[in-house]
């Protein structure tokens, strides 16, 4: 089994930063992609930011410029810079990880969410 800790979220005030963590641990061979996206109420779960294993990375228009992420393959944990933050990325942000068991399946495992509110 695979277990995914999310921690870093909270309320902030527009303008300002959060740093979110996801931290793989388990039954794991290796980690291929992982993602965070983030569900407001009401909307669909929507992709945030993806990093690959090479490192390329994907963001959604939204938060271009704004969001940065980044993982530590040593740590098993993927990142999630929020800066300049907006009301409109209040959400659940939940991490997304692809792992390959030592058996070579390769399953995608998703984190308990995290609240963001951006909020004065």
């Known amino acids: 089994q695979v277990q995914l800790v999310e921690s870093g979220g909270g309320l902030v005030q527009p303008g300002g930063s959060l740093r979110l963590s996801c931290a793989a641990s388990?039954?794991?061979?290796?980690?291929?992609?992982m993602g965070w996206y983030r569900q407001a109420p009401g909307k669909q779960r929507e992709l945030v930011a993806a990093i690959t294993s090479g490192g390329s990375t994907n963001y959604s228009d939204s938060v271009k410029g704004r969001f940065t992420i980044s993982r530590d393959n040593a740590k098993r944990t993927v990142y999630l810079q929020m800066s300049s933050l907006k009301p409109e990325d209040t959400a659940v942000y939940y991490c997304n990880v692809g792992v390959r068991s030592a058996l070579g399946n390769s399953v995608l495992y998703w984190g308990q969410g995290t609240q963001v509110t951006v909020s004065s």
């Open positions: 388990g039954s794991i061979f290796s980690i291929y992609d």
